[in-house]
């Protein structure tokens, strides 16, 4: 054991202090030779080293801490954090790349009082910690984690000479990161690292950041970037975890505020969801009597809505809640599907047949009687120039069996309920809409008249196509508008 020992204290010495010295001179490349007194220098150096670890190293224990059974070893600990991502958001992880540091001092390994030996810092080999007590520190929520090894193991090992020690390594970390996506794409992620002793109560180690302002104790590289989100802030903790079964044990932590980027959901779901909107109105612009065209658009602009919808899922885990993309796609889709359900009504209000324009067949009757209508009217036309008090008596039709038949003035004093005038709907456009909905024929026809006597078509442009094209835009503007207030401010 002896041996193995000395054999692993020349070679710390060796790495410690076997340095050459490169000059440039006259020739291409001339390595300047050392003298006898470099090179004994040297050697001396070596076999002080050896000397030193030896005496240091005389009667130590590894396997009990430093200051045992007198006081809890105090590591204090600092990290300097390379990079940061990718964030995993459909296994709730992240990497991170540190430089993890820890000190933490060893009475035995006091070299202080050493004669004819001023060494001001010894930095080994990290094969050295093999001899040594070091602490076993773990990462509560970390996942996966490696220490790098190329082209060596990327580790510093330093003893000082009232016996403190230095220990960093270069770790990647994966750590569990808890997510909340009720405001996904626009939440505010909170990723920790929590490390602390494996076995050790705080009776026996307890540990500290480095710095009395414990967020100075964590640095961030300046070279930082994520692809989806940007670092906000970090700030670091500590707590004692309680526990009956193994002891309490001192926890350190730090948290990193990451807000996601916008950008990337806007072009591949935002903006898509509010262009199939838009699109969904211009059949308010096409002619009513255009049902394959609407239907068509309709249909499509829902299944559009739908797909992307799903897509927006994909990268996510299966969370039972809806987050604030999927509000928005909801919100789209209701719109769309208000725009089919809005040709509907123009088809069941306003058009005389579904799909049927005037002259075909199903309208003969229709037309007939449209005719017999301006035989009257043109009649009546000509006796109101010639007595206009009894043309006013004279307004009233009905039509019995199939055959249009005028009555008598007395019984035009008072209009027939089912027959509103033409007047009476040009000024009441509640009485209009619930002659619609009951499918009165005699609106029908009157409306049908009054139409035609007028110079326009039948199936002329809907007021509900009309009103439609302010009401939607103006809503869907209101509703984006508090969709972004609520998610961006709150």
């Not at 050790?200 to 414990?214: A, Q």
């Not at 193994?246 to 948290?255: F, H, N, Q, S, Y």
């Not at 039972?320 to 725009?339: E, K, P, Q, R």
């Not at 029908?444 to 007021?463: E, Q, W």
Request: charged share 25%.
């Amino acid at each position: 054991m002896k041996i193995i020992l000395s054999v692993i204290l020349m070679f710390a010495a060796r790495m410690c202090f076997a340095e050459v010295d490169y000059v440039t001179s006259t020739s291409e490349y001339d390595v300047a030779t050392p003298t006898d007194m470099d090179i004994d220098h040297e050697e001396q150096a070596r076999k002080n080293v050896t000397q030193l670890l030896n005496n240091v190293l005389h009667g130590y224990n590894k396997n009990v801490r430093p200051n045992a059974g007198v006081e809890p070893t105090l590591v204090k600990v600092d990290l300097f954090a390379l990079s940061i991502g990718p964030v995993i958001d459909l296994d709730e992880e992240f990497y991170i790349e540190v430089f993890f540091r820890q000190r933490w001092s060893d009475p035995r390994l006091d070299y202080n009082n050493t004669n004819g030996m001023d060494f001001k810092v010894l930095s080994l080999n990290t094969i050295m910690l093999e001899s040594i007590w070091y602490p076993d520190t773990y990462i509560h929520n970390g996942k996966k984690s490696k220490s790098h090894s190329i082209t060596t193991p990327n580790r510093l090992f330093r003893i000082y000479p009232n016996g403190d020690i230095l220990y960093t390594q270069r770790l990647t970390i994966v750590a569990a990161c808890p997510m909340q996506f009720q405001k996904y794409p626009m939440d505010t992620q909170r990723c920790p690292i929590r490390l602390g002793s494996n076995t050790y109560s705080v009776e026996d180690v307890v540990y500290e950041w480095k710095y009395e302002d414990m967020t100075a104790s964590v640095a961030i590289s300046e070279d930082i970037r994520l692809s989806q989100y940007a670092l906000i802030s970090w700030e670091a903790d500590k707590w004692t975890k309680k526990s009956d079964r193994i002891g309490d044990r001192t926890v350190l932590a730090v948290t990193f505020e990451l807000k996601r980027d916008l950008g990337n959901f806007l072009i591949q779901t935002y903006l898509p969801c509010s262009m199939v909107v838009f699109l969904s109105w211009i059949s308010f612009f096409l002619n009513r009597e255009a049902t394959p065209a609407r239907v068509a658009l309709g249909i499509m602009t829902i299944l559009s809505i739908t797909t992307l919808g799903w897509n927006s899922r994909t990268q996510l885990p299966k969370v039972h809640y809806a987050n604030a993309i999927d509000w928005y796609v909801l919100l789209c889709f209701g719109f769309t599907f208000a725009a089919v359900v809005e040709f509907a009504s123009v088809n069941y209000f306003t058009k005389r047949r579904a799909g049927m324009m005037p002259g075909m067949q199903d309208d003969e009757e229709d037309d007939m009687l449209q005719a017999q209508v301006e035989q009257v009217e043109e009649a009546l036309l000509k006796k109101r120039r010639k007595n206009r008090a009894t043309f006013s008596l004279f307004r009233h039709r009905t039509r019995s069996g199939g055959r249009l038949l005028n009555s008598t003035p007395n019984k035009t004093r008072t209009q027939s309920a089912d027959a509103p005038s033409s007047d009476e709907d040009d000024t009441n456009f509640c009485g209009a809409i619930f002659h619609c909905l009951s499918g009165n024929a005699n609106y029908r026809r009157a409306r049908f008249k009054r139409t035609a006597k007028d110079g326009k078509s039948f199936n002329s442009v809907s007021k509900i196509d009309e009103t439609s094209r302010i009401l939607f835009p103006v809503s869907f503007c209101l509703a984006n508008a508090l969709f972004w207030c609520v998610y961006l401010i709150f």
